[in-house]
T-cell receptor, first 113, second 114 residues
């Protein structure tokens, strides 16, 4: 069964460093998302991406964050200068149509020290 | 503000028993409601998705109900198994022009004991 894949699975980075989290969505999907989940808390929406542009972003997704679809398969989340509070599990998700099931990757666990 | 509230926060049940999880939401305009299962440290996995016109949907031993008038949903687990131990998350989608914006509940942590 097709799946969303994410790399790395774990990353430890120093505060102030740039981090890029990578995702390969399911191949025929058109809608892409990033969510995050701080340990012990609920999953939070970060950004949605459709037709090569951001369609919506949350208040969490400030100027430190950016997303890119550099080629036909990858979808990346960049955090320019990481803060301690960016430590979380970051989930990439994709969906074929707007109202359809969204499939989540296994997550990238980011620890900022 | 769009919100999704789940109850109970956690529950322990014996293997083979049934349980029901509750979800109340205030998301508007409503598009659909989803139940996800999330194992610790893993990504959420979709169990069911229901639109406004659907009252019930089953996926194996999982049965979800939706009352769009009262904005309530439930997830019933029948004959629980040890592998059902996980967090169950109610997720409500608002209608958007491009893509879904999902609002997540805090989840109900289920522990099935032998």
């Amino acid at each position: 069964e097709p799946e969303v894949t994410q790399t790395p699975s774990h990353q430890v980075t120093q505060m102030g460093q740039e981090v890029i989290l990578r995702c390969v969505p399911i191949s025929n999907h058109l809608y892409f998302y990033w969510y995050r989940q701080i340990l012990g808390q609920k999953v939070e929406f970060l950004v949605s991406f459709y037709n090569n542009e951001i369609s919506e972003k949350s208040e969490i997704f400030d100027d430190q964050f950016s997303v890119e679809r550099p080629d036909g398969s990858n979808f990346t989340l960049k955090i320019r200068s990481t803060k301690l509070e960016d430590s979380a599990m970051y989930f990439c998700a994709s969906g074929q149509y707007s109202g359809n099931t969204i499939y989540f990757g296994e997550g990238s666990w980011l620890t900022v020290v | 503000k769009n919100q999704v509230e789940q109850s109970p926060q956690s529950l322990i049940i014996l293997e083979g028993k049934n349980c029901t999880l509750q979800c109340n939401y205030t998301v508007s305009p409503f598009s659909n409601l989803r139940w996800y299962k999330q194992d610790t440290g893993r990504g959420p996995v979709s169990l069911t998705i229901m639109t406004f016109s659907e009252n019930t949907k089953s996926n194996g031993r999982y049965t979800a109900t939706l009352d769009a008038d009262t904005k309530q949903s439930s997830l019933h687990i029948t004959a629980s198994q040890l592998s059902d131990s996980a967090s169950y998350i109610c997720v409500v989608s608002a209608i958007k022009a491009a893509g879904n914006k999902l609002t997540f509940g805090g989840g109900t942590r289920v522990l099935v004991k032998p």
